[in-house]
């Protein structure tokens, strides 16, 4: 993952929860040049920050071994107004993850009110290149391992 869209994780059970949270902000790289009359965070970027986040639970669970790759998703619902200033909660919970891959779902809230998710999504496990350096990466967002 090159570039991360969530800010922060909030609570971690490796393999089974995690929690995060998505501040969107005027400066986001999507409103540059963009959105004349009114800005809107796209949801497709929301949906990729909650995959991302969820990814971070099987990475953890598998001592940051391996690398994911999203397979599938399924029962996407994207949210439909999202303004600068507002704060996303994402709740995540893996269903099932061994050495081969991970499925999960995920939502996401703002002000205690659901406004996307994923039913389902399937991640491939590939063989990390550098342990470390994911789990660096993991402690700068807020894990502890």
Known sequence: MRYLLFDRITLLDPGRRIEGVKCVSLTEECFRGHYDRRSLFPGSLLIEAMIQLLAWCAMAKHDFELSLVLS??????????????CRIEMIGELTGTNPKGSMG????????????????VLYAHLRAPDPEVLRARFRQYGGEP
Not at 72 to 85: N, R
């Open 72 to 85: 599938m998703l399924d029962d996407v619902q994207l949210p439909s107004d999202l303004e600068p200033g």
């Open 105 to 120: 779902r995920i939502h996401a809230e703002v002000d205690g009110a659901r406004i996307a998710s994923v039913g389902r």
